[in-house]
């Protein structure tokens, strides 16, 4: 599995964010209206986010710091969870991101200032998401094998793979 290229991260955020603008903007021209982000929204977003960040330590420290060997089977599911982590965190931080600017003109009138308040804070909850994906799938990358480098280059061979 390769690890989460920033492009596509960035095409997820900007993907999010349009439609989000274009789904507000079509709900506003039609007469109906856009429900308020609940508080549990970022509440659980940055919960998930401790999690995936202490997660990501604890591999970190099990794999990095004190050489000990994680189950394959527990570490390709921390992989797949920390890949998919950070495509969602991406993609909410989109969302939340397109909400926020869609209101932002106007954000004198109370009501729409507690919407952009509120989508603002769940695009911080959601980066921390995305940013607690990479972390936990950066920490499960195994460590390269010294001996394994130098025997590989003595063949000529090239022991990186992605």
């Known amino acids: 599995m ?10 997820l955020i900007l993907i999010g964010g349009a439609v989000a603008w274009s ?3 079509i709900l506003q ?5 856009v429900g308020r982000t609940p508080w549990s929204a970022p509440g659980g977003l940055a919960f998930f986010a401790a999690l995936l960040l202490l ?6 420290d099990r794999v990095h710091r004190k050489n000990r060997s994680v189950d394959g089977l527990t570490a390709v599911r921390l992989l797949a969870l920390a890949k998919a982590s950070a495509l969602v965190g991406a993609l909410a931080t989109g969302v939340y ?5 869609r209101f932002l003109p106007s954000a004198d009138i109370p009501d729409l200032r507690i919407r952009v308040i509120r989508a603002a804070v769940t695009v911080v909850a959601a ?7 990479l972390l936990l799938e950066r920490a499960c990358k ?3 094998d010294p ?8 063949r000529g061979g090239n022991s990186h793979h992605d």
Do not use: H
């Open 2 to 11: 390769r690890t989460t290229r920033p492009a596509v991260l960035v095409a």
């Open 23 to 25: 789904g507000v903007a």
């Open 29 to 33: 021209a039609t007469g109906q209206t």
């Open 55 to 60: 997660g990501a330590w604890y591999m970190y």
């Open 97 to 101: 991101a397109g909400i926020a600017i």
């Open 127 to 133: 980066v921390a998401v995305m940013v607690g994906g």
């Open 142 to 144: 195994v460590p390269e």
């Open 147 to 154: 001996d394994q480098e130098e025997r590989a280059a003595r």
